[in-house]
């Protein structure tokens, strides 16, 4: 492993130098692109007299105020590029690179995807396009001429507005774009390529009309609509909610096959994976219909949060992430299925960062330290910081989080700015005070809550509420947090059954205070009793406890199983509700677990099939019934533990898939009749842009119907292949089918995902779907189909959809990556050797999936740890997978 240093926030110093204003020359020929930067440089008082650039670019030559600096004069290693004696005063340097876009795998930085030029910048790739101290807090404006051949290129994009555009010799062209808004170097955008523009424009409340233009390759034209249509949803909801509005006259979308997150925020040239852009009923599923308008909302939120005030460094990350996940959950929330939308922000939560926060990779929302600061786009910088975010929000509801929000940009329009001043514009808006609040930044780990309840002359409920936060690799011990609580009281008496308790909030306890049937308790102690008063005598009461998920712990109360199901069939909280079912599933896979280690026989789960009972005769909607029949996963259930045998936990839960298959096999054919009968019922409603929630929740609904139905009697598919023509025309349907056969040994489902993969051999997000299929799979062959694969024609491992679809789901695929002779450990760790090579940034995202080793009973624990040791040995390991292997290691 080669060495690693680290950056830590405590060293943070203030710019030197600034750069307000810089000048790019982009000369794009056939094997490399020339650039000529030109970058005023802005002296700061604390200046030193040596200017330090990032860079790791061919350097060709330097020059300060036009006089070219001789190679002795500069110092050029690890990539820090040291010009000592600078003038004091402020100067023009030139630079002037050259990259090859084309040998660039990394997709860092200016690389070729399907023969057009693209870059990334985000957090540190402008430095392998120029040199720059590319640091967020060094902001200025940016003025961008490309040229290149007309034909191969002929699109030419940049930040900002187009100012110029002309034709040149040898059937060249050139544009320049300017963009006024100041800004870090990590927003820098250029797109050169042969694309087709699907254009749109939206007025703003002001008035102004801004033109929309969604770039595409000429055969994905037909699937942007969604995605403008969810743009122009988006911009008209943030001037609504958040009274912001756009700020320049274009916005400009680009989509890209080889890309490796979700989008980015560019300024003005938001550029798009295809998987977060692209979307036809025909190849995308409801769900990916929800994530293109989810993440098209995200990125043009950045504008605000994130563009117009940035983060002063990269530990700040959560200022602009947290932030915006936060608004697009609100957005999606608020479009439609806000209760559907918030249990499926909360499963993901906990199926993908508690493990995270309780394995060797956890770090706080506010990392205080990382080598690689790609390793730290996270799901908690990301969605454990979006919760917090949600926290200020409860804490100080809808108009005192606005009020926030107007201070914060009054305060901070066009600066770079840190987590505690965003913490100090909620508070000072508010006159509330967060200071205990600034934990949630910086210590890591979920906090536990331990809660007991009792009822007391029968008109006071005594909670007793025990706060931990558990240790994490970088911090032992940790303090108190502050904690909303939000609660409610349920009677669970006769003649009262399911009602609400009105109460009164334990700081006012006087007679003739007012009641409410909920409150927001604010926990601050290790330890504290808080105190419900009402009104009448009741025998039985239920507490509703973290209503909506008002905070990210782990909460524990000793509800009975009678207690669950009044909470699942009469609480006003639809979280609540779901949590009470996610308990009994989880109580039951334990039991079962159980039983298998000390070979009795299986429990009979009596409440829980009542409470199932219950839920398939509801009547609360489709989407909600869909999600209320999820059993957890198993990176969930494993959170914590120790010693895990993941074959057991697996079989654990299987079994009790089966139980709730077999035992109502007859409901879910009924309700799979209902939700087809529904959903053809409301075919009317999707036009034109063929996504409807509505239907999607049918839909959703009989995806579950059939995955249990399969499940219960296998040789259904027999039946299934024949009728899949008919429903081939909707990819919810078929992904929905395909996954519910899946796992059958018969010859039947490679039948049919063969029949899959030859109608969409040329869709490469389709594609993406059959690889997933493939290495999901707990078939025996399927270490043969994922070899097969690899070798697929539409199959590369240098595409990170690609390979995130076939690796990344095999990282998942308990039964097969966990084999005990260890054949799944070494098959994913020699991927991720050759992965590393070229993108090191995917190859440590993969290697995320041997987080768990630590966790693993010893045999497994070895075998995991014997591959680890064999890639860190590499003398020529990345940094990025150095990090992340060397924390599982330690
Ligand atoms: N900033 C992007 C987003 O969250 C994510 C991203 C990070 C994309 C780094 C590319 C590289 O919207
Ligand atoms: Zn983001």
Redesign the pocket.
């Known amino acids: 492993m080669p060495q690693q240093t680290a950056h830590y926030l405590k060293d943070y110093r203030a710019p030197e130098y600034l750069v307000p204003a810089i000048r790019l020359d982009f000369d794009i020929r056939e094997e490399h692109t020339a650039v000529a930067a030109e970058l005023s440089i802005q002296p700061q008082p604390n200046a030193g007299g040596t200017l330090v650039l990032q860079g790791s670019a061919e350097l060709v030559s330097l020059a300060i105020n036009g006089q070219r600096l001789p190679e002795n004069s500069y110092s050029l290693e690890n990539n820090t590029l040291s010009i000592p004696n600078v003038p004091a005063q402020p100067f023009s340097l030139s630079v002037s690179t050259r990259l090859y876009p084309h040998a660039n795998k990394s997709l860092m930085g200016l690389y070729a995807s399907g023969g057009n030029l693209y870059t ?1 910048c ?2 540190e ?1 402008f430095r392998k396009i120029t040199y720059h101290p590319d640091r967020p807090d060094v902001m200025g404006i940016y003025t961008t001429r490309i040229s290149a051949d007309r034909a191969r290129y002929p699109v030419l994009l940049s930040n900002g507005n187009r100012t110029g555009s002309g034709s040149l010799p040898d059937n060249r062209h050139w544009a320049e774009w300017h963009d006024p808004f100041a800004k870090p170097s990590y927003l820098f955008a250029l797109v050169a390529g042969d694309l087709v523009c699907t254009r749109d424009s939206f007025t703003t409340k002001s008035g102004r009309q801004v033109a929309l233009e969604f770039f595409t390759r000429a055969e994905d034209a037909g699937k942007v609509r969604f995605g403008i249509e969810s743009l122009k949803h988006a911009m008209r909801w943030d001037e609504t909610r958040f009274g912001l509005e756009y700020d320049l006259d274009i916005f400009m979308v680009v989509a890209v096959g080889d ?7 560019n300024k003005g040239l938001n550029i798009f994976n295809t998987a977060c852009v692209l979307a036809d009923s025909r190849s995308a599923t409801d769900a990916d219909f929800e994530r293109v308008e989810g ?1 098209i909302a ?2 043009y939120f ?1 504008n605000w949060t ?1 563009n117009r005030v940035t983060c002063r460094d990269w530990f700040q990350l959560s200022l ?2 947290g932030l ?1 996940v936060f608004r697009d959950q609100e957005f999606s929330a608020d479009r439609a299925s806000r209760e559907v939308r918030r249990i499926e922000n909360v499963a993901f939560l906990r199926a993908h960062q508690f493990p995270e926060d309780a394995g060797p990779t956890a770090h706080p929302v506010r990392p205080a330290s990382y080598v690689e600061m ?1 390793n730290f ?1 996270t799901l908690t910088v ?1 969605e454990k910081g979006a919760e917090v975010v949600r926290m200020y929000h409860t804490f100080l509801g809808e108009a005192g989080f606005q009020k926030g929000m107007q201070l914060y940009f009054q305060r901070h329009d066009g600066q770079a700015v840190t987590c505690d001043d965003f913490r100090a514009a909620m508070a000072d808006a508010n006159g509330f005070d967060f200071e205990q609040f600034a934990l949630w930044y910086s210590q890591a780990g979920t906090p536990v809550l331990e809660v007991s309840g009792s009822l007391q002359a029968g008109n006071r409920f005594m909670l007793n509420v025990r706060q931990s936060i558990p240790p994490t690799p970088d911090m032992a011990a940790k303090q108190p947090m502050m904690i909303p609580l939000k609660v409610a009281l349920f009677s669970a008496d006769e003649d009262s059954f399911g009602e609400p308790i009105p109460f009164r909030l334990p700081e006012n306890l006087s007679a003739d205070a007012n009641t409410h049937t909920e409150a927001v308790l604010t926990l601050q102690q290790a330890e504290e009793n808080i105190e419900l008063q009402f009104e009448g005598a009741y025998r039985q009461v239920v507490p509703s406890l973290l209503r909506g998920f008002s905070a990210p712990v782990n909460l524990h109360y000793a509800y009975s199983d009678h207690e669950l199901s009044v909470l699942l069939a009469c609480d006003s909280d639809p979280f609540a509700r779901w949590e009470a079912a996610q308990t009994l599933y989880r109580r039951a896979i334990a039991a079962n677990e159980a039983a298998l280690v000390s070979g009795s026989p299986l429990p009979e789960h009596r409440a829980l099939l009542q409470a199932i009972d219950y839920v398939l005769r509801a009547d609360i909607g489709a989407a909600f019934q869909a999600v209320l029949l999820g059993v957890p996963g198993e990176a969930e259930l494993w959170a914590g533990r120790k010693n895990i045998d993941p074959l057991i936990i697996h079989r654990a839960r299987e079994a009790l898939l089966d139980l709730i298959a077999s035992h109502f096999a007859e409901q879910f054919a009924a309700l799979n009749a209902e939700a087809r009968r529904m959903e053809e019922e409301q075919s009317g409603l999707a036009e034109p842009y063929e996504y409807h929630p509505q239907q999607a929740g049918w839909r959703a609904l009989r995806n579950v119907c059939r995955a249990f139905i399969l499940r219960a009697s296998p040789a259904h598919i027999a039946e299934v292949a024949e009728r899949y023509p008919q429903m081939a025309h909707n990819m919810t349907h078929e992904w929905g089918i395909l996954c519910a056969i899946n796992h059958n040994e018969r010859p039947e489902r490679n039948r049919l995902l063969e029949q899959f993969a030859a109608k969409f051999r040329s869709d490469d997000l389709v594609m993406c779907k059959y690889f997933t299929l493939i290495a999901a799979s707990h078939r025996a062959d399927t270490p043969a189909q994922i070899q097969a694969a690899l070798a697929h024609p539409a199959f590369s491992l240098e595409n990170p959809n690609k390979a995130r679809a076939l690796l990344g789901s095999f990282g998942r695929n308990v039964p097969h990556f966990h084999a005990a002779d260890g054949s799944g450990y070494a098959f994913l760790a020699g991927q991720i050797g050759r992965i590393d090579r070229f993108n090191p940034q995917i190859a440590a995202r993969l290697a995320q999936a041997f987080n768990i080793c630590a966790q693993l009973e010893p045999q497994r624990r070895s075998l995991m740890r014997a591959e680890l040791e064999k890639l860190a040995a590499d003398p020529a390991l990345s940094k990025d997978s150095g990090e992340i292997i060397g924390k599982i290691l330690q």
């Open positions: 990334q985000e957090p790739g890309f490796n997150m979700g989008a980015m925020e993440v995200h990125e950045h994130g602009k992430e915006t790609n786009y990301y």
